[in-house]
Structure formats: C-alpha cells, structure tokens
C-alpha cells in the first residue's frame, strides 16, 4: 500500500495485523507512524523497487463489488446542461440543491451526511467534491428527468467548478445575489483544504453554510463570532432537523 499525501490520517491497524505494516509504504506526510520508506539515492530519484517486489509478492485482489458510478460533472459539463436544469427548476422538478462537497472520515458522526443523502426529498440535486461523496455516491439516488441526483465534479480541488456552477445560475435566472439561489450548503471538513474552500465560498458572499461534523477548533471565539454574524456560518445538527431548514431555505 502507497497512500498519497492528500489528508494523511494516523497509520493504525488492527491489533495483530502485523503482514499489513510489511507492506505499507510511505510518503512524506501520509504517513505518521513508522512504515517503510521509499529509499532516494543522493540526487537520484526514489527507489520503488522494495513495493513493486512487496506487490509481485502478493495475491491478485479479490472482487468485493460490482457496479458504476457516473461522474465528470465538472462546470463545463454542467453549464452544458443549463438550459435542461433551469426548465426543471423553473417546472418544479427540482426544487432545491444542496452542496455536499467536502472531505471525509473514519469518525461514525459523518454517517450524517449518508443519512442525508438518503433522507432528502425526491426533488433535489447534491452537487458534490472531494472524497465526502464516499459516503454517498453508491446509493440508488436515481435521476430527475435524465439529470443524475448526485452531480459528482471530482476531487476536492474541482469545488472550483461548483462555484463556477452557482454563479452561472445566478446568471442565468437573473439573481443579484447568490444566495437568492435554491442551493444550500452542508459541508463536510477535515484539513487545509475544505479550509479553503470555505473561505473561497465566503469570498463569493455565500451565507448560512453548515459545516460537520464539528466546527474546527482552531477558531478563536472572536473568529467564530464575526463568521456566525457576518456569514451565518453554522454547525451541523440532526439530520432531520437539518433537511427541514435547507429545504426551507435557511
């Protein structure tokens, strides 16, 4: 195994997985406790050789599931289908999107945003990003008169096109505000880069976002305070509670 350096976790394994750590390989920071390192000759590259032995070494993987997801919904892609999606708004056929961007977790708490996902009404659309959509990209979601429930625009840097995609809706349906739009934004944090992403959205002037599973604790009181008045940034809650609010627009 070689994780890549995007949101390192803790390398725990289970107590007695012992064959698991022999071949667990490590980059930089995507790794925290002691693995095994690629080893770099002085100004030569790094030597794969000990993993590509470790990997030769083992069985061939066993299928555990089949299936397909649909992806590539990027802004281009999108903004291609504009018209398609302002004639279903404009019917009543989609009533609501919610942003569900984001990274996730091995924490139970972010079940919530399975939970969501499942629970929310027949006539909504999740725009999503970033590894948040693990928790619920396989669930039979269905579609909306062809257009997918779950519109999936890639990793966590492609929320760049989910922005890209709120202003061209603001354009299209004539909105001097952004947040006159029927989206509303439940996020899931973990690092630097859901940072980001928030701050991007604040940029935009985009209010009332949900961030989970928790606020993160490097907010000083008076950060959080200027974020809660200015921005009506809030915490997640109950799923229930929660879907009611969004769908109400708050």
């Known amino acids: 195994m070689l994780p890549s350096p995007g949101c390192p976790v803790p390398a725990s394994l289970p107590k007695g997985v012992q064959i698991l750590r022999l071949a667990f390989f490590g980059l930089n920071q995507s790794a ?10 002085e100004g030569g590259a790094k030597d794969f050789s000990a993993l590509i032995a470790q990997a030769k070494s083992c069985p061939p993987p066993t299928e555990i599931e089949t299936g397909t997801i649909v992806g590539g919904f990027a802004h281009n892609q999108v903004v291609a289908l504009a018209d398609k999606v302002v004639d ?14 984001g990274c996730d977790g ?3 708490t ?13 006539d909504t659309v999740i725009l999503t990003a970033g590894c948040a959509k693990y928790r619920y990209n396989k669930l039979p979601l269905g579609d909306i ?9 890639g990793q ?3 929320s760049y096109s989910l922005a890209l995609i709120a202003l061209k809706l603001k ?14 934004y439940d996020i899931a944090w973990y690092e630097q880069k859901a940072v980001a992403v928030l701050l991007a959205l604040l940029h935009l002037g985009v209010k009332g976002i949900r961030l989970g599973p928790t606020l ?7 950060i959080a305070k200027v974020l809660v008045e200015t921005f009506d940034l809030k915490p997640i809650g109950t799923v229930a509670d929660d879907i009611a609010a969004m769908m109400a627009g708050k």
């Open 145 to 153: 008169g062809g257009i997918p429930r779950v519109l999936d625009a």
């Open 216 to 222: 993160p604790g490097f907010l000083s009181a008076n």
């Open 32 to 41: 925290r406790q002691p693995t095994r390192r690629p080893e770099r000759p």
């Open 171 to 184: 354009e299209v349906f004539g909105l001097d505000d952004i947040n006159d739009l029927p989206i509303s």
């Open 110 to 122: 972010r079940g919530y945003y399975t939970e969501v996902a499942e629970q929310l009404p027949a």
């Open 106 to 108: 091995r924490h139970k």
């Open 156 to 158: 966590c840097n492609d």
């Open 88 to 101: 279903a708004v404009n019917s009543g056929a989609i009533k609501r999107f919610v942003v569900m961007a």
